[in-house]
């Protein structure tokens, strides 16, 4: 399986620099790859400006080429995909959501300039994603043992969210990587 969501914008930029040798995602063709602009997307701290999110990959069909004409996108592991916030603000906010209930407040300390409704949309997106990550990561290491007693029962909604980072935060403790990034990384799948 080819990687294409990267650590660090340095990996993403060696691997495109051998577009030509690599074979497509969908068709499998070598030498049909070219980089195809970006996508951009608003700044987390800056409403009104955009930032690259991500490049995007086209297979050419064109001219003599037997590509499929199919696009794709090369992603770093900081950005996550349909979301404002990068990898590292969502820790910060899932943690702090998860450890004082109040998920209000966890997003007032980020400063971003995101709306408060998208707070919550963001909260449910996590919410619904729970199970597929805690599939994926009981295939990486064992979940931690049971919380201390002054902890969320597993059962409540703030409980299940603490487990499952307690559980990120096991999986990839030796990463350089924040969590969220480490596991977007090495499962090549999106967080949320």
Same mark, same amino acid.
């Given at each position: ?29 070598? +030498?049909?790859?070219?980089?195809? +602009?970006?996508?951009? +997307?608003?700044?987390? $701290?800056?409403?009104? $400006? ?10 050419? #069909?064109? /001219?003599?080429? @037997?590509?499929? +004409?199919? %696009? ?10 349909? *979301? ?7 820790? @910060?906010?899932? $943690?702090?959501?998860?450890? %004082? /209930? #109040? ?12 709306? $408060? ?6 909260? #449910? @997106? ?8 805690? %599939? ?21 909604? @703030?409980?299940?969210?603490?487990? %499952? *980072? ?11 990587? #924040? ?14």
């Amino acid at each position: 399986m080819t990687a294409w969501i990267f650590a660090s914008a340095e990996q993403r930029d060696g691997r495109l620099a051998l577009l030509k040798c690599t074979p497509c995602p969908h068709c499998k063709h070598a +030498g049909a790859l070219n980089r195809h +602009g970006f996508l951009t +997307g608003y700044d987390e $701290q800056n409403f009104k $400006q955009k930032v690259v999110r991500a490049i995007r990959v086209f297979c050419s #069909n064109r /001219g003599k080429a @037997r590509g499929c +004409g199919r %696009t794709f996108s090369v992603w770093i592991a900081e950005k996550i995909k349909r *979301l404002f916030l990068d990898a590292q603000s969502l820790w @910060r906010f899932l $943690q702090q959501a998860a450890a %004082t /209930g #109040n998920k209000y407040q966890a997003f007032h300390k980020l400063q971003s300039s995101m709306s $408060q409704s998208a707070i919550y949309r963001t909260w #449910n @997106r996590f919410r619904k994603a729970q199970s597929k990550i805690r %599939t994926t990561l009981a295939a990486i290491c064992p979940p931690p043992r049971q919380f201390p007693p002054n902890e969320p029962a597993e059962n409540d909604d @703030r409980g299940a969210a603490h487990a %499952t *980072l307690a559980h990120l935060k096991e999986a990839f403790k030796a990463s350089a990587l #924040n969590p969220i990034a480490a596991y977007q990384a090495l499962t090549q799948s999106f967080f949320i």
